[in-house]
């Protein structure tokens, strides 16, 4: 088990570096200049390109990478081309916000989802579970800025509870938290449902009643255990999509996260920070990847067996 | 545990292919959620095909004066901010829709079940390469991979339609790639191997099985994500270019509007969610059908 | 006098003034001091200095903090700021006289000194400043003695005055830019009435009352600029009483906002023309038969009142009425909207209805290509949908191409640029003439080196345009600017659609706000609240 994390984390440094190349040669590939972007109509020629001088981004590719990385190496990050900030500081503001949304929406979508997912999979094709899958598909299907701009107007508006947006107290958490989960709950629901349903046709779920054990237990120990594996793979997808994807929300609910700071930092062109963000959620998503596939050894010791 | 009890069970369900089909057609016929989700994706391949027939006025013809008009009278699903009428641009929407959900899918498993079955089945350091291809391209920023496509490619529905699929292609190989990796280890496939039958065999017979419920969910799903993604993307200017109508965009340009003429974004909306619901019906009942343990279970 | 008549007349003499009382301005509230204004608007500044920030919003925060020697006043005259007089002593050199008592922030004085440092740091630091492209050939400051400096220019420089008055060359501290380096960009100190207290990135820029300040003290206590990046979310916020003032309020709810006694709405004609633009160098374009037809086939009355919807007003020319120098082109008498003119001007250019009734001239469709992006000006993405529609009908077919800002602003800086049509807005940053006209209508000026996208070139207004540009005598200024405009009016390359209104919704409460032409200035220094 140990050599398998070590040996994982080992690998995250290859990805990790690929990434950040990949982003690179992209940013590299499109049109769009970030200086020229960010002096604008306003701006003569030359003072773009002195600009760009100073800023070291006249230099080609390779030698800007290789630069980058030697400066990874000793946890510089660089400084935001438009923000003129060291790309640390920038993240350092941003990221303790995307944390406490992504973890509030994870939780609410795995609680919410699983129990959903695995009523409708107990009672398949009762009320409770057309009404779950419909309700689920109306909170994937609206885009988040109807559902939290539909909240805001309840919850902030009609009923003065919850504050418009912005971070501070546990109450600015609820509304954008409860808007980016909806979609990840219908996911969670469904995949649920499907699993724990495929389980509980299974051949040794059908001994297990023949043997008079009861449904409860059945469900839980045997049905859970089996389904867990897809529904766990989807809850550590999940958890990454909701990082990079909680931009609408942010931006509905004037939530400081990395969302918007990577929005912004693509429109202009700003590959510094942009790079600086994505290297942490690349290292986000390596760590979530582990967790998910060390969870697979602890349900199934036959994956363990394969490493 | 788990374990102990199966192997109680025994390689009881190694199924016969012969009358698969016939069964399964039997056994779709008779969910009622599943024939409604065949019915609203034939009215979506009705309304896309016969748009010019179908649709009351030209989704193009603008009538400023008549700026957001309220669902009733002329415009029975009321009029968008140009004052276009929603209902028409409803029906022609339905072939971006069809095309955004159909085609990004397609690509999303076309990669998914390629990348996840070579990872699952060969294991090793196949499966180590490519699981980290897969997580470079989770960690890669869908809106950075939207403009690259555009700028290669050009803006419009088809190119930003290709973008959302490789969007989509890390999770769902991450998604195949678990469900062929209990399969294959699964009794099933270890009594089939022991009478003999070859790799190729256990993989198309039991393992694709085992993926195919997951991969199902998992598209009906996804295809809902791809529309709201592409509207996304098409309010920045990447997808649909005007006057094309896209649900997605649709409900993007209502957003302004949400809180003085809210049928502008609702409606649509309201359209994504019908869609993507007949889609998971029918996926639904397509799994059902072909779940062959469902057998004898009518 | 007989008794009647001066009766008569001391009765006319008590009504007038009765009615004079009516009439004239009642005493004002008593200003209640204290208190704090929370403000929302869409984006974080990148910077709080001028030095790596000209855009509104940091704009909107160091204005208060920085000032200028010179500021325009509301009705855009030319007012002293930090320098109480000005004498110009030869074409390329201005003396100011500083106020005397005038304290930074951190507590040192302004003096000559200072407004070099500033000039030099701006012009020859390293990297220059933003604001340096916007100053045309400022040269820099010489001190002549403590509270004397003299501004000079490599060349004679017609705007110079109003370049100075602009709001992003306020002096700054030099003992504070040295003492906190890099540091200044994010807690700026300078002359004004509030000072700097606090910025948390993406979420709010808290500035104090400047308790020694030269001017009036400010009445209120504390500002808070917050970030709300949704429209719908300031709307709300302003609603539920968690903001005091919003700015980028949305258009739509503007009507119920001015009925609602909760609210006022502030606004003047701003400084932004939004146009379609038509490049002139391709063909059919070159041929100003097309380029008039297109101008009478756009109905920018619809346009304003239906996209609009009073949040901007028509464009009456290619620049500002707040610009100095503007004339207005009378747009509506020389293009009026007439779609049988536009058709027959382009029948006599050679096209015809085609069998699918689109326009074509030998075998070839009348086809435009346009690009434009989404949301980098209010509604242009809409005007494009709409002009296209308007286009359509007269039989010219325009193929839209939205991209985003960044790569469409490549191609538009691109010497290259092939398309017919773009969309774009310009703001006159100095608010002369000579800003606007120059960059976007002299012939030299085609990009990368300056901004006349459409390729516009009259030898005429060139010469204009230069002579006008070197003259330090306003009133001749005017006349050569008011030619240039009347020579580019008869062959436009533009369809100018609106100028943007400056518009901030506050509650009733907050009082004291002078809405100002130019968005950059949002003076909060008389701003005081009624609760």
Known sequence: MLTFVARRLLLAVPVLLGVVFVVMLTVELIPGDAVALMLGEHATPEAVARLRDYLGLDKPLMVRYAAYVGHLARGDLGRSIQQNRPVVDELADAWPATLELTVAALALAAAAGVAAGVVSAVWPNSLFDAFARVGSLFGLSMPVFWTGLVLIVIFALWLPWLPVGGTGSLGHLVLPAVTLALPSVAMVARMTRSSVLDVLREDYVRTARAKGVAERLVVSKHALRNAAIPILTLLGLQAGQLMGGAVLTETVFAWPGLGRLMVKAIFARDYVLLQGAVLLFALAFVLINLAVDVAYGALDPRIARQG | ?298 | ?531
């Open chain 3, 1 to 531: 006098m007989t008794r009647a008549r001066f009766a008569l007349a001391a009765l006319i003499a008590l009504g007038v003034a009765g009615a004079a009382c009516l009439v004239a301005p009642a005493p004002a509230d008593a200003q209640k001091p204290g208190g704090t204004l929370t403000i929302v608007r869409p984006t974080d500044p990148v910077s709080l200095d001028p030095q790596l920030e000209t855009t509104a919003p940091g704009a909107w925060v160091y204005f208060n903090m920085l000032e200028p020697l010179l500021t325009m006043d509301e009705k855009m005259q030319i007012r002293p700021a930090l320098a109480a007089s000005y004498e110009v002593m030869s074409p390329t050199k201005v003396r100011f006289k500083l106020r005397p008592g005038v304290k930074f922030h951190d507590g040192t004085p302004l003096n000559a000194a200072a407004v070099k440092f500033t000039f030099e740091r701006a012009l020859r630091g390293n990297p220059p400043a933003r604001w340096a492209s916007l100053a045309g050939p400022l040269a820099g400051a010489e001190v002549v003695d403590d509270l004397t400096v003299d501004v000079m220019t490599r060349e004679p420089y017609g705007p110079i005055l109003r370049t100075l008055a602009m709001y992003c060359t306020g002096i700054v501290s030099p003992t504070a830019v040295q003492k906190m380096g890099e540091n200044f960009s994010r807690a700026p100190v300078g002359t004004g009435p509030f000072r700097f207290v606090e910025w948390k990135t993406n979420t709010h820029v808290i500035l104090e009352r400047n308790p020694d300040y030269w001017g009036d003290r400010a009445p209120l206590d504390r500002v808070i600029f917050k970030v709300v990046p949704e429209e719908g979310a300031r709307m709300i916020a302003l609603q539920t009483g968690d903001a005091d003032m919003v700015l980028l309020p949305a258009p739509a709810q503007l009507p119920m906002l001015k009925r609602d006694p909760k609210y006022v709405v502030h606004e003047v004609v701003g400084g932004r023309v939004v146009f379609a633009g038509m490049n002139a160098a391709v063909p059919p374009l070159d041929d100003v038969r097309v380029r008039t037809a297109l101008l009478y086939a756009v109905d920018r009355k619809a346009i304003l009142e239906n996209i609009l919807e009073g949040s901007a007003v028509a464009a009456r020319g290619v620049l500002a009425p707040s610009v100095f120098g503007f004339k207005d082109m009378q747009l509506d008498r020389l293009y009026p909207f007439d779609r049988a003119k536009a058709k027959a001007l382009l029948a006599q250019a050679g096209y015809t209805p085609g069998p699918d009734g689109m326009l074509q001239k030998g075998g070839q469709k009348l086809s435009l290509s346009w690009l434009a992006a989404r949301g980098r000006y209010p509604k242009d993405g809409e005007i494009t949908e709409a002009i296209q529609a308007m286009f359509k009908d007269v039989g010219v077919e325009a193929k839209v191409q939205f991209l985003e800002w960044a790569t469409v602003f490549t191609q538009f800086r691109s010497a290259a640029f092939k398309d017919h049509m773009f969309t774009l807005g310009w703001v006159t940053s100095n608010a002369d003439a000579d800003y606007s006209m120059y960059a976007l209508f002299h012939s030299k000026q085609v990009p990368p080196t300056g901004w006349n996208t459409s390729r516009y070139a009259n030898p005429k207004v060139d010469v204009l345009v230069e002579q006008a540009r070197r003259n330090l005598n306003q009133t001749e200024r005017e006349k050569q600017y008011g030619e240039a405009q009347d020579i580019l009016a008869r062959e436009m390359v533009w369809i100018p659609v609106y100028n943007t209104k400056e518009i901030v919704v506050t509650r009733a409460g907050v009082k004291g706000f002078t809405i100002h032409p130019v968005e950059y200035n949002l003076w909060l220094g008389k701003v005081w609240l009624d609760k």
């Open chain 2, 1 to 298: 545990m788990a374990v102990d009890v199966r192997v109680l069970a025994g390689p009881a369900a190694v199924v016969a292919p012969a009358s698969l089909s016939a069964d399964a057609w039997q056994r779709f016929r008779r969910s009622r959620l599943a024939m409604i989700g065949l019915v609203v994706v034939a009215l979506l391949v009705v309304a896309a095909a016969g748009a010019p027939w179908l649709a009351p006025a030209d989704p193009a013809k603008q009538s400023l004066i008549e700026k957001r008009a309220r669902p009733g009278g002329k415009f029975i699903l009321g009029a968008d901010e140009f004052g276009r009428d929603i209902l028409s641009r409803l029906i022609f929407g339905s072939r971006v829709a069809l095309l955004v959900g159909g085609l990004s899918v397609t690509i999303a498993l076309a990669v998914a079940l390629t990348l996840g079955c070579l990872a699952g089945f060969a294991g090793g350091v196949v499966d180590v390469v490519v699981m980290r291809i897969v997580e470079i391209l989770l960690a890669f920023p869908y809106l950075l991979l939207a403009i690259a496509v555009v700028s290669a490619l050009g803006p419009g529905v088809l190119n930003t339609t290709i973008a959302v699929g490789i969007w989509g292609a890390p999770t769902a190989t991450r998604l195949v790639r678990s469900a062929v990796l209990t399969a294959r280890e699964s009794e099933y496939a270890r009594a089939a191997r022991a009478l003999g039958a070859s790799a190729a065999r256990v993989l198309t017979r039991h393992v694709l099985r085992n993926v195919l419920p997951t991969v199902i969910v998992y598209s009906t799903l996804f295809m809902a994500n791809a529309i709201l993604v592409e509207a996304a993307l098409s309010f920045l200017g990447l997808g649909a270019q005007p006057p094309t109508p896209s649900w997605g965009l649709m409900v993007s340009s209502g957003r302004d509007f949400l809180l003085v003429a809210p049928h502008i974004a609702t409606v649509p909306g309201l359209a994504i969610m019908v869609a993507v619901l007949g889609f998971n019906l029918l996926g639904d009942g397509l799994r059902d059908a072909l779940d062959p343990r469902l057998r004898g279970q009518l």
